[in-house]
């Protein structure tokens, strides 16, 4: 039998590593700005074309790179960065593999002209032009460049077309690309960065503080949300800014962490700046902040995944803690904490008092988990039983089908109105919430019955509103609760979805069109989908850099702040579009119905709570919000009847 194992030539081997290095242009476009942040820049411009598909285009004012430099930097596991292994654990510049421009070569075509800003013979006053192409090399010569580093990457994939068919949308390639270069503009405040797509200027960054980096990035309502968060010890110093949390949202876009200023991601640290906030947001929402761990790299690993962005700690324990406590400790010194609501119920059980913080901030002993319960407003929305906030539901009922409601109000008695009269209900409603002309309908022949059941309900049961959340009514089963805000949420996202089928949406015009700016990342998104928010009844026009003119909104959103609404909005839609693989239309329709009922959890007039249950019971799926939140729950009659039995 012949040998069959051989050495693969390095075209191909460049190829399988650019498979994990290069996934897609925004790969591209971190490791080329890794590099000029290494080459000690001070001023970085990217030009990219056709979100990266065409042109990939990196010029710096860095160190540049000699003749035999530039042709070696196209080598497999070439690198200036390490010599020996002990070099892994005193790492602190961005690449040190040697991969990044074997890999790009592979898979595209490769221009680089270089030039040493300080020349260490006469050969360096020249600079060197290099051509690669599918990692073959197609030109290597002298020129005349500035000092510093121009590479162009061109057709990524060309000869990988396979690849290049799985690339998404210019829109969405474009917002991972943004997402790249704004983490690379945060952790190098001290360098100025520009970028360009299209011939059209994104973001214009100059040197400065991390301060005024951030301003710069995500706009300039930051400036008043931002809390300064600092804390130093022995093993690891953690600085940066955290977002008051009044101003924490319900998307969870802008979280940075930063070891020795490289971004990574960490769930367990993303954890103790949540239990930092534990008590001073609300459940769903999300702080902000950019946070910057320094330590010794010889207590981490950050040679664990081919991207460099997980990292591991030898004692994640103490990182925890140390976070957690600058945290807590910047939430405390700004008095961020919420003031007491003498307006809500408490559990009224013994507590017993919490012995006085020492000057460390260390405390003798921890309330008991009922006992903290004592201190929190009753919502189902709130769990005491761990540190995490947790949503419930108050009741551990199975989850109800459509043919639940049905019998939910069988047994009461029938109303003056006659069965036959069930179109009555819907003589006043717009007819796209007509069932028969209602394409999302999904129960089929049980409408009309749920219908009857609603009259019946109208004619004998009284609807209570609880503290503005709860809507409770009694069915034969025992008592009803229908969350309030869910319920809009499932009426609103049936009509938002009829509008963009039918292109039908209503418009409220406004009397005086506000002005709102936006990241350049929604900016584009919202152009992108200008048909889809017209026809829900967003109506705006372009003036100027990331800048919109709003002149009028859904009719079903009228009484909202329209720019909070529309950037808010777009900021859902730019997080739901990457975590949700749904139809983009039904992303925005779930989006806008999620904000717009955040509004309606306010105090209801009797014909309003009727009416809200009559929308309920006619929409889609009256049991589950879109995202699949129970809507409505049930507390029987034995377990009522329970509560009652000594």
């Known amino acids: 039998m012949l040998n069959v194992i051989q050495l693969l030539p390095d075209s191909i081997a460049n190829q399988i590593a650019a498979g994990e290095v290069v996934q897609r242009p925004a790969s591209v476009v971190k490791e080329l700005l890794e590099n000029s942040v290494d080459a000690q820049a001070k001023t970085v411009q990217i030009i990219i074309r056709d979100a990266g598909k065409s042109l990939i285009q990196i010029i710096d004012d860095g160190v540049g790179m000699s003749e035999t430099d530039a042709r070696m930097s196209f080598e497999r596991h070439a690198t200036s960065k390490i010599r020996s292994s002990d070099d892994l654990f005193r790492i602190r510049t961005m690449g040190f593999r040697g991969e990044a421009l074997a890999s790009i070569a592979a898979i595209a075509q490769v221009e680089l002209r270089t030039r040493r800003s300080e020349p260490a013979r006469s050969s360096d006053e020249l600079g060197t032009l290099i051509r690669m192409e599918g990692s073959e090399l197609k030109t290597q010569e002298s020129v005349s460049c500035l000092p510093g580093t121009n590479i162009l990457v061109k057709n990524l994939f060309f000869n990988v077309p396979a690849r290049r068919n799985f690339l998404k949308t210019n829109s969405v390639e474009m917002r991972h690309i943004l997402d790249e270069f704004q983490r690379v503009a945060l952790a190098h405040p001290e360098v100025a960065f520009s970028i360009y797509h299209n011939d059209a200027e994104v973001y214009n960054l100059q040197a400065g503080k991390l301060s005024r980096r951030i301003v710069d990035l995500f706009g300039k309502q930051y400036r008043e949300q931002l809390a300064s968060c600092e804390e130093e010890t022995p093993y690891v110093s953690v600085r940066g800014y955290i977002g008051k949390p009044e101003f924490a949202r319900k998307t969870r876009g802008e979280q940075f962490f930063f070891v020795n200023s490289r971004f990574v991601k960490h769930n367990y640290l993303h954890h103790a700046v949540v239990g930092a906030y534990e008590g001073t947001i609300q459940d769903g929402f999300h702080p902000f902040y950019v946070l910057f761990i320094e330590i010794d790299p010889s207590h981490i690993d950050i040679n664990i995944h081919p991207t460099k962005t997980e990292i591991k700690f030898d004692d994640e324990r103490s990182v925890y803690a140390i976070v957690m406590a600058a945290v807590r400790k910047a939430v405390g010194v700004y008095n961020l904490t919420p003031s007491l609501d003498f307006d809500s119920n408490v559990n009224f059980l013994p507590v017993t008092p919490a012995p006085r913080r020492s000057s460390e901030g260390q405390s003798g002993s921890q309330l008991e988990p009922q006992n903290r319960s004592a201190l929190r407003p009753m919502s189902p929305a ?265």
Request: charged share 25%; no cysteine.
């Open 382 to 646: 709130w769990s005491t039983e761990s540190t995490e906030l947790k949503p419930r539901t108050g009741f551990d009922f199975p989850r109800k089908s459509a043919a639940n409601w049905q019998a939910m109000f069988e047994g009461l008695e029938p109303a003056e109105t006659p069965a036959t009269e069930d179109a009555t209900l819907f003589e006043n409603r717009p007819a796209a919430e007509t069932p028969a002309e209602t394409e999302s309908v999904t129960l089929g022949s049980r409408v009309n019955k749920l219908v009857t059941s609603a009259v019946a309900l109208e004619g004998t049961a009284a609807i209570i509103q609880v503290h503005n959340r709860y809507l409770v009514t009694s069915v034969q089963a025992g008592m009803l609760v229908i969350d309030q805000r869910r319920a809009y949420e499932r009426v609103l996202y049936d009509q938002y979805q009829a509008a963009l089928t039918k292109r039908n949406g209503v418009s409220q015009q406004l009397l005086f069109p506000k002005t709102v700016t936006v990241m350049p990342v929604d900016y584009n998104l919202a152009l992108e989908l200008r048909d889809d928010l017209t026809s829900l009844g967003f109506l705006f026009d372009e003036i100027g850099q990331n800048a919109f003119l709003i002149r009028g909104v859904p009719a079903l959103s009228v009484g909202e702040n329209e720019e909070e609404l529309f950037a808010n909005l777009l900021a859902q839609l730019r997080e739901d579009t990457g975590r949700l693989k749904l139809e983009r239309a039904e992303v925005l329709a779930r989006s806008l119905a999620r904000r717009s009922a955040a509004r309606h959890q306010k105090q209801l007039a009797e014909p309003e709570q009727r009416a809200l249950v009559d929308q309920l019971i006619a929409s889609s799926n009256p049991s589950y919000t879109p995202n699949g939140e129970p809507i409505t729950t049930i507390l029987a009659l034995d377990k009522l009847a329970g509560l009652f039995r000594s």
